[in-house]
């Protein structure tokens, strides 16, 4: 690890930590299709944000969709 004139641990520069994300990116990250992620974006199982003309998924949105398919085959096992 570098040291800077100080003396202290010089940061390595990281990737940005990316808020939102393209459709493309999504579905990499969940991996599934394209198409299927245009589906889910269209009849609002995830949620997404419209910045200009372009449509972004939050990350954290990923996030809430996966705990909520848990809940719900979950809650379908127990019943």
């Known amino acids: 690890m570098a040291t800077d004139p100080r003396g202290d641990a010089a940061e390595v520069p990281t990737a940005p930590v990316r808020l939102v994300l393209t459709i493309e990116q999504a579905a990499r990250r969940l991996g599934i299709g394209r198409t299927l992620m245009y589906s ?14 372009l449509r ?5 949105c990923l ?5 909520k398919l848990r809940q719900t085959q979950s809650d379908d096992q127990a019943a």
Do not use: F, K
């Open 40 to 53: 889910l974006v269209m009849n609002g199982d995830i949620e997404s944000v419209t910045i200009g003309r």
């Open 56 to 60: 972004r998924i939050p990350v954290e």
């Open 63 to 67: 996030t809430e969709y996966v705990t």
